[in-house]
Structures are given as structure tokens and as C-alpha cells.
């Protein structure tokens, strides 16, 4: 394996998550529809809305690196959901489903070696590059999952 695939696969591990902090599929699997909109402890955010900002933002940072039709939402109002209760077991799973066909559509696009690591993505310039964009996902959901993996001890899930 050439050193450029080992570093492809590394950072592919490190976007499925379990390195350093707990996979989201697994923070999923341990809470339930009833708890995902509790804000516990006066916390200003439930499961719910950092889970969403979190496929939310990805969706964005894969539409950004992989699309050729790109356009930027508007920052911050769709990166947080309107309403901040999900209403439905039907929604939570079209949520799930979303973000994990996003992170293997990110992956794939990774792993291949068409596309480079170190020039701009399609809609970036300069240092928009892929490394930059992986990099960003997988700081930004290890950020956000601390605060759910908090969300599940406070729950009483973890």
C-alpha cells in the first residue's frame, strides 16, 4: 500500500470515528426516539439538535467537496434545525439514514485515489482542499459528539 492509500484509510477510520471518541452509530444505538429531544440539565441543546447540526453540516462539506451544483446555505439558520423537537420516529430515522449515506458517499469519495488529497475540492479554492474538508468533518463531529456523549451520561444511557 502506498503511503498516500495508508493515509486515505487512516483518515477514513478516524471518519467512521472510534479512535478518540465514540462512533455516532453507536451513541445512536443507545438512545431511544422517547429521550433524542431532552435537554437534561438545563443544557441549551438535546440529542436531537446537535445530531442534526452534525449530519446537517456534513451533508454540507460533502455537497462542497463531491458536487459539482454546490451552493452555500445560509450560516447559522440551516445548519441548526427550526423546529427543536423531532416530531417523528419517521424524521429521527430519514436523519440517520441521511447522515450515514453521506458519511459512505465521503468515504468512497476519499478512498479514491482520483481524487487528490492536497488540491482544491470542485467548489474550493486554494487550501479547500480534500485533506482540509475530511479533516473538518471529523473535527467537527468529534466536537459535537463530547457534548451527546454528555447528553447520554446525564440520560443515564451511556
Known sequence: MSEENHIRERLAKHLDGG??????????????????NTRPANLPYSFYELFFHIAFTQKDIVKFTCSDDYTAPKWPDFYWPKEKICKTEEDWKD??????????????FLLND??????????????????????LVIEHTSYHTGQMLIILRLLNLH
Request: no cysteine.
Open 95 to 108: 436523519i440517520k439514514a441521511e447522515y450515514l449515506t453521506d458519511r459512505k458517499r465521503l468515504r468512497n
Open 19 to 36: 479512535e478518540a471518541f465514540m462512533p455516532v452509530t453507536k451513541m445512536l444505538d443507545k438512545i431511544s426516539f422517547e429521550d433524542i
Open 114 to 135: 482520483q481524487n487528490k488529497l492536497t488540491e482544491a475540492v470542485r467548489n474550493g479554492k486554494g487550501e479547500q482542499t480534500l485533506l482540509r474538508e475530511i479533516m
